[in-house]
T-cell receptor, first 116, second 112 residues
Framework: DSGVTQTPKHLITATGQRVTLRCSPRSGDLSVYWYQQSLDQGLQFLIQYYNGEERAKGNILERFSAQQFPDLHSELNLSSLELGDSALYFC??????FGTGPYGYTFGSGTRLTVV | DAKTTQPPSMDCAEGRAANLPCNHSTISGNEYVYWYRQIHSQGPQYIIHGLKNNETNEMASLIITEDRKSSTLILPHATLRDTAVYYCIVRDHTGANSKLTFGKGITLSVRP
């Protein structure tokens, strides 16, 4: 157990639907990161939040959005789902200060999303 | 833009040392070298990181060349459970460039 909790572990949904993935960071970590891993794209950075504020954005689609709540948990919302959105979605956290530092990320075990 | 180059795969015998190479010839002075691994479909796991000095922890050793253009991750006594994809990542610690960017990694297969 890495200390980063992701729910649900598996999700099967139909095209056009909307889903929400949840992540609870490791205790004491202020930063949350979302990554997408599909077979052909590898691990792709989507977005980072630090203490409730968006810090960095990767190749996140406009159909996707995220937020970090006051208790530091984060949600990734995926809407108008397409077959190509099927992937593993990982959340990671770190204690990283706003100014960054040499800290590693701790990853959760991921949510496997299947769009049918 | 690929900042690191790793062979696609390698294998080693169980109980032997696994030496995983990584080239990062364009690394800049404030960039660290990180290693992560991902065991099939699990979340990536942090292994070790370093700036210029060699580093060792309970999992592995990291050897960085003096010019910092390459490094080697050493798993001293590989086990079957070390079979995974290993990612060598160069990471800038300043501002928005600080996020971890994963490449294709190297697939290590440990054989009995």
């Amino acid at each position: 157990d890495s200390g980063v909790t992701q729910t649900p572990k598996h999700l099967i949904t139909a095209t056009g639907q909307r889903v929400t993935l949840r992540c609870s960071p490791r205790s004491g970590d202020l930063s949350v990161y979302w990554y997408q891993q599909s077979l052909d794209q590898g691990l792709q950075f989507l977005i980072q939040y630090y203490n409730g504020e968006e810090r960095a954005k990767g190749n996140i689609l406009e159909r996707f959005s995220a937020q970090q709540f006051p208790d530091l948990h984060s949600e990734l919302n995926l809407s108008s789902l397409e077959l190509g959105d099927s992937a593993l979605y990982f959340c990671a956290s770190s204690v990283e200060w706003f100014g960054t530092g040499p800290y590693g990320y701790t990853f959760g075990s991921g949510t496997r999303l299947t769009v049918v | 833009d690929a900042k690191t180059t790793q062979p696609p795969s390698m294998d080693c015998a169980e109980g032997r040392a696994a030496n995983l190479p990584c080239n990062h010839s364009t690394i800049s002075g404030n960039e660290y070298v990180y290693w992560y691994r991902q065991i099939h479909s699990q979340g990536p796991q942090y292994i070790i990181h370093g700036l210029k000095n060699n580093e060792t922890n309970e999992m592995a050793s990291l050897i960085i060349t003096e010019d910092r253009k390459s490094s080697t991750l050493i798993l001293p006594h590989a086990t079957l459970r070390d079979t995974a994809v290993y990612y060598c990542i160069v990471r800038d610690h300043t501002g928005a460039n600080s996020k971890l960017t994963f490449g294709k990694g190297i697939t290590l297969s440990v054989r009995p």
